[in-house]
C-alpha cells in the first residue's frame, strides 16, 4: 500500500469514527439571564443539520414578589435560517411574545418547532423586558450543509 | 451518530444473508433473485438514513460503507492466510476428498498435495 491510499484510508475511516463521537451530529446548548428578578433560560440547538428538526424553548420565571407583564423577542436574522416554523403560543407580533400577569414565583414556556433551512452559522439575540428588568441573552447555531 | 450504528447493523445482516445465499455471479441470478436484491435496497434505504437528507449524512454514511467494505477485506484476507482458517480449509478438503474417495489435500495458496494424514483425518471424520 502507497503512503498516499494509506492517508486517504485513514481520513476515510476517521469520518465514521468522529461521527460515532457525535462530532458532527446534532447538540444543544442553554444558556441563562435574569435581571431585577426576572430571568429566562434558553435552551437551543447549537449543531444541528440541513433539513433537521430541533425545538428552541424559552423558559421564562418571574421570581419577584408581585406578577409581573413580560415581553419576549426572538432575533428575526436568526428564525431567517429556519422555516417551518411553529411556536407554542402563538407570537402576539412577529416573533414577539407577550406575558400578562405571569405571577410571583411562576414561569412560562414558549417553544419554537424549527426545521433548518439555511446552512452555515447564524446568530441572534432572545431578548426580555419588563416594566423594571430588560436582559438578552446571545445564541448561535451550526447548520451542517 | 445514529447513522453509523445503522449502516453497520444492515451491512452486516445483508452480508451475512448474501452470504447464506451463496456466491454468485449477477448472471447466475434468477429473474426472482434479482427482483428481490431490488427490493432489498428499495425497503433498507429509509432505515439507513433515517429521513436525514443533509449532504454531512451522505457523506458520513459513504465514508462508513468504503469503511466496513475495507475493514470485511482486511479480516478475510488475515483469516484466509491465518493458522485457523487454514487448519479448517484443510479439514474441510480432506472432508471433501474422502467423499470422493480421492486423497488430496489443497493448500491456502491452492496448491493440491497428497497426504496420507488427510485420508486418516477424513475417514475418522465420517466415523463421527
Not at chain 1, 41 to 59: G, K, T
Request: charged share 20%; glycine share 6%; with cysteine.
Amino acid at each position: 500500500m502507497r503512503g498516499v491510499e494509506f492517508v486517504g484510508i485513514l481520513l476515510i475511516a476517521l469520518l465514521p469514527v468522529l461521527a460515532v463521537f457525535g462530532v458532527f451530529g446534532p447538540d444543544r446548548r442553554s444558556v441563562v439571564a435574569t435581571s431585577a428578578g426576572i430571568g429566562i433560560e434558553v435552551d437551543y440547538p447549537s449543531r444541528l443539520r440541513f433539513e433537521n428538526l430541533e425545538r428552541l424553548q424559552i423558559l421564562v420565571t418571574n421570581n419577584t414578589a408581585a406578577p409581573r407583564d413580560i415581553t419576549l423577542e426572538i432575533d428575526p436574522a436568526y428564525l431567517e435560517a429556519y422555516s417551518g416554523l411553529l411556536f407554542t403560543p402563538a407570537p402576539d407580533e412577529r416573533y414577539v411574545f407577550r406575558i400578562v400577569g405571569l405571577p410571583s414565583g411562576e414561569s412560562r414556556v414558549v417553544s419554537a418547532e424549527l426545521s433548518a433551512h439555511e446552512y452555515g452559522k447564524h446568530s441572534g439575540s432572545v431578548r426580555f423586558a419588563s416594566a423594571d428588568a430588560r436582559g438578552q441573552v446571545e445564541i448561535e447555531t451550526l447548520i451542517f450543509p | 451518530m445514529e447513522i453509523v450504528i445503522r449502516i453497520a447493523l444492515v451491512f452486516v445482516l445483508l452480508t451475512l444473508a448474501l452470504r447464506v445465499m451463496g456466491k454468485r455471479e449477477l448472471s447466475q441470478l434468477s429473474p426472482f433473485e434479482l427482483v428481490m436484491l431490488l427490493l432489498v435496497a428499495e425497503i433498507v434505504a429509509p432505515a439507513l438514513t433515517a429521513g436525514d437528507q443533509s449532504l454531512t449524512a451522505a457523506l458520513f454514511g459513504a465514508a462508513t460503507l468504503f469503511t466496513l467494505s475495507l475493514l470485511h477485506s482486511i479480516l478475510t484476507y488475515n483469516s484466509m492466510y491465518s493458522g485457523w482458517r487454514r487448519r479448517v480449509s484443510r479439514r474441510w478438503w480432506c472432508v471433501m476428498d474422502a467423499s470422493s474417495k480421492t486423497s488430496f489435500t489443497r493448500t491456502a495458496c491452492g496448491r493440491t498435495k497428497y497426504s496420507r494424514r488427510c485420508t486418516k483425518r477424513a475417514s475418522s471424520a465420517f466415523r463421527m
